[in-house]
């Protein structure tokens, strides 16, 4: 006697049920990448290493080469300059360097132009504490944090707040002036902060 085939409907997935399922797929690795962004302060932890990695250079290119006025900004409209290639924080360095005037002969400052380097985006937000108050470094022009070293022992020359593109600001402290500073970096749960030891000139991360 012949066995019937038993007959089955099994066509596998559709077109649109594979994109439905693909796209629930993304959008759950996308809630945990969040979620462990959150949870590590990850952007806030690359920003403060990327600062922490201009104020060495900085510092070394003052003792070396040459003059470096150092500013952390926030720029909010990137189609404005010809360097900026998306929204967010900032460090320009405006560079300089001494030549003899050929009149008078006297040292006169040269500028060897400038530059910049992206930190980080606006969900990363940074608070300046000195002895006084504290200052945020917000997406607002002219609202940066800036910094020079001394050629000579790679001291702070200056700390200054109200920082522009240009570096201009308001002077904090300066060597003869010294006081505790700190620049605070927070994203999700965490903040990572960096402590400005203005008697050495160097710095310190602290999680």
Request: charged letters at 25%; hydrophobic letters at 35%.
């Amino acid at each position: 006697m012949r066995r019937k085939r038993a007959i089955t409907d099994n066509k596998g997935f559709s077109l649109v049920e594979l994109i439905v399922i693909i796209a629930i797929m993304a959008l759950m690795v996308g809630m945990g990448t969040l979620a462990v962004s959150l949870l590590t302060g990850s952007e806030a932890k690359q920003a403060c290493e990327k600062i922490s990695a201009q104020l060495n250079e900085a510092k070394t290119g003052s003792m070396s080469r040459y003059d470096e006025d150092m500013n952390i900004v926030y720029v909010d409209d990137p189609s404005a300059y010809d360097w900026a290639d998306k929204e967010g924080y900032y460090v320009v360095k405006q560079l300089y360097t001494f030549t003899k005037d050929a009149t008078t002969k006297k040292p006169v400052v040269m500028s060897l132009g400038s530059e910049h380097r992206y930190i980080c985006n606006s969900r990363v937000s940074m608070v300046f504490t000195y002895d006084g108050g504290n200052y945020s470094v917000s997406p607002v022009s002219g609202n940066g944090v800036g910094f020079t070293f001394d050629r000579a022992t790679g001291l702070y020359k200056d700390v200054r707040t109200g920082c522009g593109l240009d570096g201009s600001g308001d002077v904090i402290f300066t060597t003869v002036d010294a006081q505790p500073v700190s620049l605070e970096m927070t994203s999700g749960l965490r903040t990572y902060k960096i402590n400005f030891i203005s008697e050495t000139g160097k710095h310190t991360i602290e999680k």
